[in-house]
């Protein structure tokens, strides 16, 4: 019940500003185009993860005057659709790819190269959800997010205490179909160019794991991480 209840906060989340984008005064969102228009958009965005520590929304953790394991640098790319619902507020789908840790920025400050690497266990998947966006004025705006999350392939060896290999199998489809969600805010350069700063949270899991003696199998590990960074978005 509670996988149910959570696609349609989100969708509830995403329509709730309609009401008061109707209220507010001024043709702020997109003036070239009549209520019901719509036009397409690319996206993306890059920043620092928290590691993999995010139990729930808005729990990651972004010190970034603090080193810490496992925190890396992610990205995201998106495309989409969005249409004009009022002068203030536009609603759309979007579909795209986020990868939240394949790349290592080490020792950037004092002019090393920037380690990027392959890494099996960092989270990435492919994502398809609804987006929405209200421009507060022609300048500024505010935007949520959220959808369907496939988090990728984990598999890994699991042991026990002492170290002995517990004969574990991990990976395969099953068990690693999720969401994600985000929130934003940021300056409208143009009519089809802006940047703002966002927070992304991906819920993820490892995939089932299976016991081949016994045929058992169980929910692997959470792998849920959150992004936050700069994102960049350009409309046709």
């Known amino acids: 019940m509670k996988k149910l209840l959570i696609p349609a906060a989100i969708a509830a989340a995403l329509c709730a500003p ?21 036009n397409a958009f690319v996206a993306g965005n890059v920043g620092r993860t928290d590691g993999g520590t995010a139990g729930r929304f808005g ?6 005057f603090e080193s810490r394991d496992g925190r890396k640098t992610g990205y995201g790319l998106v495309g989409g659709y969005r249409w004009k619902l009022s002068q203030n507020f536009g609603l759309g789908v979007e579909g795209g790819y986020a990868d939240l840790g394949n790349i290592e920025v080490r020792n950037i400050n004092n002019g090393d190269d920037v380690n990027q690497r392959a890494d099996r266990n960092a989270l990435r998947g492919w994502q398809v959800g609804g987006n929405a966006r209200l421009n507060v004025t022609p300048a500024w705006y505010v935007s949520g997010r959220g959808g369907f999350f496939r988090a990728s392939d984990n598999n890994v060896d699991y ?7 517990l004969g574990l199998e991990s990976g395969g489809s099953d068990g690693r179909n999720s969401w994600y969600a985000g929130v934003g805010t940021g300056w409208n350069a143009t009519e089809n160019f802006s940047v703002g700063v966002h927070y992304d949270y991906y819920r993820a899991k490892a995939g089932d794991v299976r016991d081949p003696v016994s045929g058992a199998r169980f929910e ?16 046709f």
């Not at 042991?159 to 290999?165: I, L």
């Open 159 to 165: 042991y026990n205490s002492v170290g002995q290999d």
């Open 59 to 64: 729990t990651g953790d972004f010190n970034v």
């Open 220 to 235: 692997g590990p959470k792998r849920s991480t959150a992004l936050l960074g700069l994102q960049a978005e350009y409309t």
């Open 18 to 38: 309609t009401a008061f984008a109707q209220s507010t005064g001024g043709d702020t969102y997109r003036p070239d185009l009549q209520v019901g228009q719509g």
